[in-house]
């Protein structure tokens, strides 16, 4: 999908404006950060698992209703159940990290491991999906991972599990991405996305006689607003890329970066040290770049980053906007 003229509309007759899709990219990565921040003042008192089952139940809802005007009859007969499940397990894993991880470490520190999470679908593409790495986009996979490196500083005093906590969701971010994009090939949406969802209320569900702790109203609301602020977003993200190219959009997601430091220094005391900025700015270095390569049709086959743009580790399953096509008709 390339950007055009906003007289012309796509497949589902949405007009292309590259400047509106930009607005509803934003709103959807500062809702993202939002409900980050939400995370990690609610984990210094609570499970991440209580967490994740409240706003889980609170976010089920609305989605069940949207995915409800979907009336065609095949709706939710998976076509590649253990793809599904794999899907379901990744999510479970993968959002259960990512909550950790918010929860104890730095939003500045959490956000710039999770960006490797495209360097990391751009090397888990070339197994899964016979993608062909070339030399340029080899290179800057290689300098991601350099910045990665400068944020953990691998054998120093700061590295904690929070850290391999953010690391797992990035990795676990990275295999949902690939495999939501060989899903989005046979599967219907509202497949893609229950399922997921269905599982990972369940398995937390299943945890809370371990983990649960009376709730003041406050809270409660706090972790209600954490459920529909994903909802939203999630909706500005398909939005977005209904309204201008996936290489107009897939930037934005480093925007976070911008209110991870305004959050952090507003309400936890946070500041990111030098070399979380160094890192930082050679991971965003390195993944602008790939997305930008990605975006040249005779560079890439799959473009799985590019086909699956919601590739947060901890807000659920969004497919990319071939798949969502599928909602408008049924």
Not at 66 to 78: E, G, K, V, Y
Not at 246 to 270: H, K, N, R, T
Request: aromatic content about 10%.
């Amino acid at each position: 999908m390339s950007a055009q003229p906003s007289s012309q509309s796509t497949e589902v007759g949405f007009a292309m404006s590259p400047l509106a899709g930009l607005m509803f990219g934003f709103a959807a990565f500062a809702l993202f950060s939002g409900h980050d921040a939400i995370v990690k003042h609610l984990g210094s008192t609570y499970s991440v698992f209580q967490i994740l089952f409240v706003a889980g139940l609170f976010s089920f809802i609305p989605v069940t209703i949207m995915m409800a005007a979907d009336h065609r009859l095949d709706n939710f007969r998976p076509h590649h159940p253990w793809l599904l499940a794999a899907r379901a397990l990744t999510n479970v894993v993968t959002m259960s990290a990512a909550f950790y991880a918010f929860s104890v470490l730095p939003l500045a520190e959490v956000y710039a491991l999770i960006f490797a999470t495209p360097l990391l679908i751009t090397v888990l593409a070339v197994p899964l999906l016979g993608e062909t790495i070339r030399l340029r986009r080899g290179l800057a996979v290689l300098v991601g991972l350099v910045g990665v490196l400068i944020v953990i500083r691998p054998g120093g005093a700061d590295f904690s599990i929070g850290h391999g906590a953010a690391l797992v969701a990035a990795c676990g971010g990275a295999l949902a991405a690939i495999v939501v994009r060989k899903l989005g090939r046979t599967e219907r949406a509202t497949v893609i996305i229950l399922y997921p969802m269905y599982a990972s209320i369940l398995t937390m569900a299943a945890l809370q006689p371990f983990v649960f702790k009376p709730m003041v109203l406050t809270d409660m609301a706090l972790m209600a607003a954490i459920g529909l602020m994903v909802v939203a977003a999630q909706v500005c993200i398909i939005s977005a890329y209904r309204r201008a190219a996936a290489s107009v959009i897939a930037p934005m997601q480093y925007s976070q970066m911008l209110w991870a430091i305004l959050f952090g220094a507003l309400f936890f005391d946070e500041l990111p040290d030098l070399w979380v900025g160094v890192g930082s700015a050679v991971i965003i270095a390195s993944g602008l770049y790939i997305v930008a390569r990605e975006a040249k049709p005779d560079v890439s086959v799959t473009t799985p980053l590019l086909r699956n743009p919601n590739i947060r580790p901890d807000t659920g399953p969004t497919p990319g906007p071939n798949v969502h096509r599928d909602l408008d008709k049924g």
